[in-house]
């Protein structure tokens, strides 16, 4: 399973994360039709995927002369699990916040 800060760093920049979310959504692609649909050079996309690629959120495979590239459901996943184990946190947080927003108003 990829590093969680890396994985998180990887996906904390727009375009990476777009990348990704359009992986998800369409399946497989290749760098070319990344780069077709986006307002960002071949290099780019190329220097993304690699950042994509070393933090194990896409999978690369060679035919002939295309790279196509994959989300790893995997990575993703990790991801939500990590989201999850800190929901509760999150929502005691908030109620404990809402109590006191709630009493900081009654006393007005």
């Known amino acids: 399973m990829p590093a969680l800060p890396d994985v998180f760093a990887a996906l904390g920049e727009p375009?990476?994360?777009a990348i990704v979310e359009r992986l998800l959504r369409e399946g497989a692609l290749s760098a070319g039709e990344l780069q077709r649909t986006s307002a960002i050079s071949a290099p780019a996309?190329?220097?993304h995927l690699r950042v994509l690629?070393?933090?194990g959120l896409v999978e690369r495979r060679v035919e002939k002369q295309r790279r196509?590239?994959?989300a790893r459901p995997a990575a993703v996943e990790g991801v939500a699990a990590w989201a999850m184990s800190h929901?509760?946190?999150w929502q005691a947080s908030?109620?404990?916040l809402e109590r006191a927003l709630t009493e900081e108003m009654s006393r007005r």
């Open 87 to 89: 929901r509760d946190f």
């Open 45 to 47: 996309v190329s220097r």
């Open 15 to 17: 375009t990476r994360f």
């Open 53 to 55: 690629h070393d933090a």
């Open 94 to 96: 908030l109620a404990r």
């Open 68 to 70: 196509i590239y994959s």
